[in-house]
Protein backbone atom coordinates (compact mmCIF):
# COMPACT_ATOMS: atom_id res chain seq x y z
CA UNK A 1 0.00 0.00 0.00
CA UNK A 2 3.20 2.74 0.60
CA UNK A 3 4.48 2.03 -2.76
CA UNK A 4 0.92 2.76 -4.38
CA UNK A 5 0.83 5.61 -1.70
CA UNK A 6 3.77 6.72 -3.58
CA UNK A 7 3.53 6.63 -7.09
CA UNK A 8 -0.09 8.69 -6.54
CA UNK A 9 1.86 11.44 -4.84
CA UNK A 10 4.48 11.17 -8.03
CA UNK A 11 2.00 10.81 -10.13
CA UNK A 12 0.02 13.90 -8.84
CA UNK A 13 3.46 15.85 -8.86
CA UNK A 14 3.67 14.93 -12.75
CA UNK A 15 0.30 15.67 -14.06
CA UNK A 16 0.58 18.81 -12.65
CA UNK A 17 3.69 19.74 -14.89
CA UNK A 18 2.54 17.53 -17.75
CA UNK A 19 -0.90 19.36 -17.42
CA UNK A 20 0.64 22.66 -17.56
CA UNK A 21 2.61 21.71 -20.75
CA UNK A 22 0.12 20.28 -22.74
CA UNK A 23 -2.00 23.67 -22.35
CA UNK A 24 0.37 25.12 -24.54
CA UNK A 25 1.33 22.31 -27.03
CA UNK A 26 -1.06 23.01 -29.72
CA UNK A 27 0.74 25.97 -30.52
CA UNK A 28 3.98 25.51 -29.69
CA UNK A 29 3.04 22.55 -32.26
CA UNK A 30 2.08 25.33 -35.37
CA UNK A 31 -0.94 24.19 -34.31
CA UNK A 32 -0.81 20.74 -35.69
CA UNK A 33 -4.52 18.90 -35.80
CA UNK A 34 -2.83 15.71 -34.26
CA UNK A 35 -1.92 18.27 -31.29
CA UNK A 36 -5.01 19.21 -30.82
CA UNK A 37 -6.36 15.80 -30.56
CA UNK A 38 -4.72 15.46 -27.42
CA UNK A 39 -3.95 18.92 -26.26
CA UNK A 40 -6.69 21.78 -25.93
CA UNK A 41 -7.14 23.86 -29.01
CA UNK A 42 -9.19 26.19 -26.96
CA UNK A 43 -9.91 28.19 -23.58
CA UNK A 44 -13.60 25.80 -23.31
CA UNK A 45 -13.57 23.58 -20.89
CA UNK A 46 -14.15 20.60 -22.48
CA UNK A 47 -10.73 21.00 -24.22
CA UNK A 48 -8.93 21.38 -20.85
CA UNK A 49 -10.83 18.23 -19.38
CA UNK A 50 -7.22 17.57 -21.71
CA UNK A 51 -5.09 18.42 -19.28
CA UNK A 52 -6.07 15.83 -16.63
CA UNK A 53 -7.46 12.99 -18.59
CA UNK A 54 -4.40 12.04 -21.40
CA UNK A 55 -1.75 12.46 -18.70
CA UNK A 56 -3.87 10.57 -16.22
CA UNK A 57 -4.02 7.42 -18.95
CA UNK A 58 -0.34 7.81 -19.83
CA UNK A 59 0.65 7.75 -16.43
CA UNK A 60 -1.82 4.79 -14.98
CA UNK A 61 -0.69 3.04 -18.42
CA UNK A 62 2.95 3.37 -16.67
CA UNK A 63 2.12 2.34 -13.13
CA UNK A 64 0.07 -0.88 -14.67
CA UNK A 65 3.24 -1.77 -16.69
CA UNK A 66 5.17 -1.50 -13.28
CA UNK A 67 2.21 -2.69 -10.55
CA UNK A 68 -0.65 -2.64 -11.62
CA UNK A 69 -1.20 -6.20 -13.28
CA UNK A 70 -0.94 -7.17 -9.36
CA UNK A 71 -2.95 -5.03 -7.58
CA UNK A 72 -7.00 -6.13 -7.60
CA UNK A 73 -9.07 -3.83 -9.46
CA UNK A 74 -6.81 -1.25 -10.51
CA UNK A 75 -7.91 -0.13 -13.85
CA UNK A 76 -11.15 0.30 -11.87
CA UNK A 77 -9.53 2.47 -9.41
CA UNK A 78 -8.07 4.70 -12.45
CA UNK A 79 -11.36 5.43 -14.19
CA UNK A 80 -12.98 5.97 -11.20
CA UNK A 81 -10.27 8.31 -10.12
CA UNK A 82 -9.82 10.06 -13.46
CA UNK A 83 -13.83 10.22 -13.34
CA UNK A 84 -14.00 11.98 -10.51
CA UNK A 85 -11.27 14.54 -10.71
CA UNK A 86 -12.93 15.30 -14.36
CA UNK A 87 -16.35 15.70 -12.71
CA UNK A 88 -14.65 17.87 -10.20
CA UNK A 89 -13.97 20.51 -12.75
CA UNK A 90 -16.51 20.73 -14.68
CA UNK A 91 -18.45 21.31 -11.49
CA UNK A 92 -16.07 23.71 -9.98
CA UNK A 93 -16.19 25.43 -13.20
CA UNK A 94 -19.73 26.03 -13.69
CA UNK A 95 -20.83 26.53 -9.42
CA UNK A 96 -18.05 29.40 -9.03
CA UNK A 97 -18.52 31.24 -12.56
CA UNK A 98 -21.88 30.46 -12.01
CA UNK A 99 -21.55 32.53 -8.34
CA UNK A 100 -19.45 35.06 -9.24
CA UNK A 101 -20.65 36.25 -12.68
CA UNK A 102 -16.90 35.50 -14.77
CA UNK A 103 -14.21 33.15 -14.63
CA UNK A 104 -10.61 33.58 -13.10
CA UNK A 105 -7.42 32.09 -14.33
CA UNK A 106 -6.21 31.61 -10.60
CA UNK A 107 -9.19 29.57 -9.85
CA UNK A 108 -9.10 27.78 -12.90
CA UNK A 109 -5.64 26.26 -11.88
CA UNK A 110 -6.86 25.79 -8.43
CA UNK A 111 -9.79 23.33 -9.97
CA UNK A 112 -6.92 21.83 -11.56
CA UNK A 113 -4.90 21.21 -8.86
CA UNK A 114 -7.72 20.06 -6.88
CA UNK A 115 -8.85 17.62 -9.48
CA UNK A 116 -5.22 16.22 -9.46
CA UNK A 117 -5.37 15.65 -5.65
CA UNK A 118 -9.04 14.17 -5.55
CA UNK A 119 -7.97 12.06 -8.25
CA UNK A 120 -5.04 10.61 -6.28
CA UNK A 121 -6.47 10.81 -3.23
CA UNK A 122 -9.72 7.98 -4.42
CA UNK A 123 -7.54 5.96 -6.43
CA UNK A 124 -5.67 5.42 -2.97
CA UNK A 125 -9.24 4.92 -1.70
CA UNK A 126 -10.23 2.67 -3.88
CA UNK A 127 -6.85 0.59 -3.95
CA UNK A 128 -7.67 0.09 0.39
CA UNK A 129 -11.40 -0.50 0.46
CA UNK A 130 -12.05 -2.41 -3.05
CA UNK A 131 -9.84 -5.40 -2.84
CA UNK A 132 -11.58 -7.45 -5.40
CA UNK A 133 -13.28 -6.13 -8.76
CA UNK A 134 -15.07 -8.49 -10.98
CA UNK A 135 -13.70 -8.58 -14.18
CA UNK A 136 -16.84 -7.12 -16.18
CA UNK A 137 -16.24 -4.02 -13.81
CA UNK A 138 -12.41 -3.69 -14.55
CA UNK A 139 -13.18 -3.91 -18.72
CA UNK A 140 -16.29 -1.68 -18.66
CA UNK A 141 -13.47 0.72 -16.91
CA UNK A 142 -11.17 0.19 -19.37
CA UNK A 143 -13.85 0.29 -22.24
CA UNK A 144 -15.10 3.49 -20.78
CA UNK A 145 -11.64 5.44 -20.88
CA UNK A 146 -11.26 4.30 -24.67
CA UNK A 147 -14.64 5.82 -25.00
CA UNK A 148 -14.01 8.86 -23.62
CA UNK A 149 -10.33 9.43 -25.62
CA UNK A 150 -12.79 8.87 -28.73
CA UNK A 151 -15.24 11.73 -27.73
CA UNK A 152 -12.02 13.98 -27.05
CA UNK A 153 -10.86 13.48 -30.23
CA UNK A 154 -14.10 13.49 -32.06
CA UNK A 155 -15.38 16.84 -30.04
CA UNK A 156 -12.56 18.38 -30.83
CA UNK A 157 -12.82 17.87 -34.56
CA UNK A 158 -16.78 18.43 -34.45
CA UNK A 159 -17.99 20.44 -30.96
CA UNK A 160 -21.25 20.19 -30.30
CA UNK A 161 -22.96 23.97 -29.78
CA UNK A 162 -23.50 23.61 -25.85
CA UNK A 163 -21.75 25.68 -23.06
CA UNK A 164 -19.34 22.82 -22.41
CA UNK A 165 -17.49 23.39 -25.44
CA UNK A 166 -17.95 27.05 -25.71
CA UNK A 167 -14.64 28.89 -25.67
CA UNK A 168 -15.25 31.75 -23.43
CA UNK A 169 -12.76 33.85 -25.33
CA UNK A 170 -14.83 33.83 -28.17
CA UNK A 171 -18.16 34.11 -26.82
CA UNK A 172 -19.96 37.89 -27.63
CA UNK A 173 -22.32 38.84 -25.47
CA UNK A 174 -25.47 40.50 -27.34
CA UNK A 175 -24.91 44.54 -27.07
CA UNK A 176 -27.63 46.82 -25.42
Known sequence: MKRMIIWEAV????????????HFAYAYSGYQV???????????????LKLLYFPSVLYGTIEYLFFGKKVAGFLYAKAKGILLGLALIIVFFYTYTGIIGQHYLWLDIASF???????????VAIYKNECSVPWPRQAGALLLLT??????????????????????????????
Open 11 to 22: GAAFLACAGALL
Open 34 to 48: WVGLFAPVNESVWEH
Open 113 to 123: LGAIAVQSLSV
Open 147 to 176: ALAAFFCWFTLSPPHIGLFADPTKIQLPSS
